[in-house]
């Protein structure tokens, strides 16, 4: 499986990249205003640069086309979740940048998009391990 664990870090170091740039470089305006609300086209949008990154991570080390949209619709679902709880939590308690609970709902969505990141790559490690 020496091949296999090459191409599990090339993964998660691609998907780390992704969530870098889509969190931290590429957000607009419109993606981080009024995040509370459920219908936020920016939340929409941000997820699908998510979600876009990750297509171009599993095409990249030779995943099928349809197991990259079954994957990538469900993160782009938990992504869009994760980021509206946030918005939602951070809100209600009026919570910003200045506040430790702001960092502490910022760590958990964090954290929560991570296992999302583990739940993708076990789910195509196990497409690389032979049956039987």
């Known amino acids: 499986m020496g091949e296999s664990w090459g191409a599990l870090f090339v993964l998660l170091c691609l998907l780390q990249t992704k969530h870098m740039f889509a969190d931290y470089f590429l957000q607009t305006r419109m ?4 995040r ?11 997820a699908g640069v998510h979600a876009a990154g990750s297509v171009f991570a599993f095409l ?4 099928s086309v349809g197991f990259i949209l079954i994957v990538v619709v469900a993160e782009w679902v938990a992504h869009f979740h994760i980021d509206w709880w946030k918005g939602r939590y951070t809100a209600a308690q009026k919570l910003t940048p200045a506040d430790a609970r702001f960092w502490q709902a910022t760590g958990v969505d964090q954290a929560l998009h991570q296992f999302t990141y583990i739940a993708m790559i076990w789910v195509w490690a196990m497409q690389l391990v032979p049956a039987g």
Request: charged share 15%; hydrophobic share 55%; no cysteine.
């Open 31 to 34: 993606m981080l205003d009024n």
């Open 36 to 46: 509370a609300r459920y219908l936020h086209l920016g939340r929409f949008l941000h």
């Open 60 to 63: 990249l080390v030779g995943a």
